[in-house]
């Protein structure tokens, strides 16, 4: 084949080859950009796990904290309950005052004091002998 003819063809596989080119790299292109896809949607699928995960030990462990939060609560409830002072005179407890303050040992009256002695019915006045 002669140099003209080879010249003359040289535009035309020129171009072709420049097609071809193009079309390699839009292909690559392509790939490329649904590589990327996978990659992001597989990366937002586990990053969405791992919220799901540990949303859920969240949940359990606030869970577990207000149960063991309610539980001494009603602990404490039982431990007021066995403290309220009616309750304690309902049970056959009294209290003493004398002078208007509580009696928590006989050093603190003398003979001949008046005293009140609170009772769960009523009030009984003594005197101390």
Do not use: C, W
Request: aromatic share 4%; hydrophobic share 40%.
């Amino acid at each position: 084949m002669s140099i003209d003819k080879r010249l003359q063809k040289l535009p035309q596989k020129l171009e072709y080859t420049a097609d071809f080119a193009i079309r390699q790299l839009i292909e690559r292109q392509q790939r490329l950009s649904q590589r990327l896809l996978n990659i992001m949607n597989l990366y937002v699928r586990v990053q969405d796990n791992k919220i799901q995960s540990l949303q859920s030990r969240l949940d359990k462990s606030v869970s577990v904290s207000l149960f063991n939060h309610e539980n001494k609560i009603a602990r404490l409830e039982d431990k007021l309950q066995l403290l309220d002072p009616v309750k304690l005179l309902r049970r056959g407890y009294s209290i003493t005052f004398a002078n208007g303050k509580v009696v928590r040992n006989v050093e603190m009256l003398k003979k001949g004091q008046l005293i009140e002695t609170v009772l769960h019915d009523g009030k009984v006045e003594s005197i101390v002998t």
